[in-house]
């Protein structure tokens, strides 16, 4: 990347090294640091961090290698945050209650999501802006997913487009509508990711965010990403438009007044299984299997939509028992440990997707930093299958 154009990015707030990248420039620096000791301006201490091993400790690297306003970008949530904070609370609230003497030999975290084997039910979730975070972004994201055996979901606003998030790796992917108000380049962008290999369109239905830490660092996407990543989408954004005007192009080019029909206008140009992203009420899980949809997500936008919703997590139990098995139904917003994932299968979700956890460990060292957050995840998962079953849980007390 052209050092000037990456200054220029971070200026904007929006750039991004890996952590491997923000090392090896320490390292530079401080071989060149004065023999007096004295520490260069702007050189961590310590650029040696110790290895992460949880969310968390992502979570802290990411904020140091970020520019402030890309990592609140990344992390905060809608206005109060009281739905960011109890996405996280709600799953602590739960409790397990682990049976004794149960002669356990072995677990498998091996699951089967829409018909597609996957290795963990731990999905990447679709997760918008990824080039801000690593000059990598989704195209490393797909790496470590087909590593992990699991599937990436595709945000239309990940900042690659669908052809070179496809070629980035054979793993199973899902496509995540954003609607575009001219239908003719929805179509085209639905057909070019069925073209490209992706096994499913998730149309997400809870849109518009207002965050005060984005106004507050006056946060906007930089001029060359705003212009791929409306070029990605398919709209013709001539090269003579100024910056303000692909800003006010953008404002304008979306959809925010979808109605359930549009799941049949989906249906009718594309075979591709469909499922819709935002559901938090029994009455629209029963709407979305009336329509013939192949899944639910369970979902408040990890709290960066609409400040006061419910948790995801205390959401799922009513959902599960209003779908009635007819259709999958998975789960995201506030999972951070594996016993998270352990505790919505047993409330019924098929697998569960992760957003700013990824996010996270992808700012801190790329592809390998999304492959230590999934393997670490798997990890405590299975410790948890080996010490606890959730009381509530038949079909985890059958399977084991």
Do not use: C
């Not at 990890?302 to 205390?314: E, K």
């Not at 700013?356 to 957050?373: C, H, N, Q, T």
């Amino acid at each position: 990347m052209n050092r000037r154009f990456f200054s220029q990015l971070v200026a904007l707030g929006a750039g991004s090294l890996g952590l491997w990248q923000a090392r090896a420039r320490a390292d530079h620096e401080l071989a060149q640091a004065p023999a007096d000791g004295t520490r260069l301006a702007g050189v961590p201490p310590n650029p040696q961090r110790l290895e992460p091993v949880n969310v968390a400790d992502f979570q802290e690297l990411a904020k140091a290698a970020l520019p402030p306003a890309t990592y609140d970008y990344i992390t905060t949530g809608s206005t109060d945050e009281v739905t960011l904070r109890d996405n996280v609370a709600a799953f602590q609230r739960l409790r397990l209650l682990p049976p004794l003497l149960t002669g356990v030999a072995d677990v498998d975290t091996a699951t089967t999501v829409l018909k597609q084997p996957i290795a963990l039910p731990i999905l990447l979730a679709p997760v918008a802006g990824q080039s801000l975070y690593h000059p990598q972004g989704a195209l490393a994201s797909a790496r470590a997913a087909a590593k992990a055996k699991t599937i990436l979901g595709v945000s239309s606003s990940v900042g690659h487009s669908v052809e070179e998030v496809a070629a980035a790796s054979s793993g199973p992917k899902w496509f995540q509508l954003y609607m575009p108000k001219d239908r003719a380049v929805a179509r085209r962008l639905v057909e070019r990711a069925e073209r490209s290999g992706f096994k499913a369109i998730v149309l997400t239905v809870d849109l518009g965010e207002r965050k005060d830490a984005d106004k507050r660092n006056r946060f906007t996407l930089p001029e060359p990403v705003l212009r791929k990543h409306l070029s990605d989408i398919g709209f013709n954004v001539s090269e003579r438009m100024t910056y303000e005007q692909l800003l006010a192009f953008n404002d304008q080019a979306w959809d925010l007044t979808l109605s359930w029909n549009a799941f049949d206008w989906l249906r009718s140009i594309t075979k591709l299984p469909l499922l819709v992203k935002g559901v938090l009420r029994p009455d629209d899980a029963k709407k979305a299997v009336a329509l013939g949809l192949d899944g639910i997500v369970v979902s408040n936008h990890g709290g960066r939509r609409l400040d006061g919703v419910p948790a995801s997590i205390d959401q799922l139990p009513q959902i599960v028992a209003a779908v009635n098995g007819k259709v999958e139904v998975l789960l995201d917003s506030g999972v951070r440990r594996g016993t998270d994932v352990l505790k919505a299968l047993a409330l019924g979700a098929k697998a569960v997707l992760i957003g700013r956890p990824y996010a996270w460990a992808l700012a801190a060292d790329g592809e390998a930093g999304v492959s230590k957050i999934l393997e670490l995840l798997r990890e405590e998962l299975v410790s948890a299958m080996w010490r606890a079953v959730v009381r509530t849980s038949p079909v985890l007390n059958s399977r084991w």
